[in-house]
């Protein structure tokens, strides 16, 4: 095997995807607020995060694409897969890394909004205060820097690793 990693496509697939989630979430929220759709934000944020999805997916199928053309259109099912997990877990990195950015520095409000939205979805629903206050608890876990950068690394490694156990089946070549 010729080359055995595109740095290059994992690298623009994380960026790509990270910008997309990061736009695509404040866009959308904003929309949100101002239009009175009275959608949580949880809610808009795992929407976005599905959306990421189809952007790893392009990602790991171009870089299957890259490694076949690299070996002179050979491609086995180990090969595939290895570059859709190595490109799953560049992409999951780099996201978690601007994820940290975006909620550190950018909008370090971040995850006091995300908590007080789901505290007003907890309190519409009638709750006790009992499980309302458990509830604010594992929001507080939730949207924690350790849990979003957790969720970031381990959601986009494994649905990427599921996407190219797939696709690799597809793309590999066939003898």
Do not use: C
Not at 54 to 77: C, P, R, T
Request: hydrophobic share 50%; aromatic share 8%; charged share 10%.
């Amino acid at each position: 095997m010729n080359k055995t990693y595109p740095f290059k496509q994992a690298v623009i697939t994380g960026i790509v995807s990270a910008i997309f989630a990061t736009g695509a979430f404040a866009i959308v929220d904003s929309l949100n607020q101002h239009n009175g759709w009275n959608i949580n934000p949880a809610s808009i944020r795992g929407f976005v995060g599905l959306l990421t999805l189809i952007i790893l997916g392009i990602g790991i199928y171009a870089g299957m694409q890259i490694i076949k053309q690299a070996n002179q259109g050979q491609l086995s099912y180990k090969q595939a897969l290895l570059t859709g997990f190595l490109i799953a877990l560049t992409v999951g990195i780099i996201m978690a890394v601007l994820g940290l950015v975006y909620t550190g520095l950018i909008n370090p409000g971040y995850t006091d909004y995300m908590i007080t939205e789901g505290k007003k979805a907890l309190l519409a629903k009638g709750g006790s205060p009992g499980d309302i206050a458990h509830g604010v608890a594992d929001l507080q876990m939730q949207f924690s820097p350790f849990m979003q950068v957790l969720q970031a690394l381990v959601g986009q490694t494994a649905a990427g690793t599921l996407i190219a156990l797939v696709m690799a089946v597809f793309t590999r070549t066939k003898k």
